[in-house]
């Protein structure tokens, strides 16, 4: 099979007459949301969806939505500080969870999951940040898909663990930090 042009992706948001019914990616949790969940969760204004097609079929998707981190969850040199001071300006502040994000089997190693990534992070902070204050992408990967975020170069941190000796699964970006940033031309342009 030869390798999908990104140029040949469309990109649409979930719409109620899409179908997945040949939808198969290798974690039955994300077949399940895309099938049973995605549809609700977008009328209920939970998540939004959006979809990459190739000749007609879906063959990835990503999920993004509204989130808080608690400060203390964030590395210092991350942190949002009052004027003058070295304590937290918030408790919690504003970004944008990457929920769900998945590729067909059939299309996995292609460098498509990297791109949806750097789609959605493009979106995060060309549009969303321009309109409401965010200040992190967050993202809680499954354990097999981990790879794809911390070799993204998009510079995913570790969250600091809530309770000492607890494995901490959740990582962010401080889009802050790379406002001014150009990467991968038409995907990712920073210019918060």
């Known amino acids: 099979m030869a390798p999908i042009k990104w140029d040949d992706i469309h990109v649409e948001p979930l719409a109620s007459d899409h179908d997945f ?3 198969y990616c290798v974690s039955e949790d994300l077949n399940d949301f895309i099938k049973n969940d ?6 209920c204004m939970l998540s939004r969806t ?3 097609s190739y000749e007609g079929d879906v063959i990835g998707f990503v999920s993004l939505s509204a989130d808080s981190v ?3 969850r964030l590395r210092s040199g991350d942190l949002v500080r009052k004027k003058g001071s070295s304590k937290a300006l918030y408790s919690n502040l504003p970004c944008i969870l990457i929920g769900r994000l998945a590729v067909v089997k059939r299309y996995e190693r292609q460098g498509i999951g990297t791109n949806i990534l750097n ?3 493009g979106l995060i902070t060309n549009v969303v940040c321009k309109s409401v204050g965010c200040r992190y992408i967050t993202v809680d990967p499954k354990k097999d898909a981990l790879d794809l975020y911390l070799k993204s170069g998009l510079g995913f941190t570790q969250m600091e663990a809530v309770n000492a000796g607890k494995l901490e699964t959740r990582y962010y970006i401080n889009i802050y930090k790379f406002c001014t940033f150009q990467l991968f ?6 210019s918060c």
Do not use: H, K, T
Not at 38 to 43: D, F, G, I, T
Not at 185 to 190: A, E, G, L, S, V
């Open 185 to 190: 031309n038409r995907f990712i342009i920073f």
């Open 70 to 72: 608690s400060a203390p």
């Open 21 to 23: 019914s040949d939808f």
């Open 119 to 121: 789609w959605a992070v």
């Open 50 to 52: 959006y979809l990459f």
């Open 38 to 43: 995605a549809q609700r969760e977008q009328e």
